[in-house]
């Protein structure tokens, strides 16, 4: 994993999503998949603010692992 400073102006304002929404006032996980398929991951609040790059089989790992219980221990 690596990160940038500046998610707005090192990767663009385009193209981010929240992939849910919830009830904590705003404050999201924004995703953005890059060209080369590594996802970036951002705070909804921050839209500038630094960014975690992910490599897309983490992020493939992290989705089979939530679906499967592997990480319902986070919830407790």
């Given at each position: 994993?690596?990160?940038?400073?500046?998610?707005?102006?090192?990767?663009?304002?385009?193209?981010?999503?929240?992939?849910?929404?919830?009830?904590?006032?705003?404050?999201?996980?924004?995703?953005?998949?890059?060209g080369d398929g590594?996802?970036?991951?951002?705070?909804?609040?921050?839209?500038?603010?630094?960014v975690l790059l992910?490599?897309?089989?983490?992020?493939?790992?992290?989705?089979?692992?939530?679906?499967?219980?592997?990480?319902?221990?986070?919830?407790?």
């Open positions: 994993m690596n990160h940038v400073a500046r998610a707005d102006t090192q990767l663009g304002g385009e193209a981010w999503r929240k992939p849910w929404s919830s009830s904590n006032g705003g404050n999201c996980l924004e995703v953005k998949q890059l590594r996802v970036a991951l951002r705070q909804s609040t921050d839209p500038d603010g630094p992910c490599p897309a089989h983490d992020i493939a790992a992290l989705v089979r692992a939530i679906k499967t219980g592997q990480a319902d221990f986070l919830l407790t």
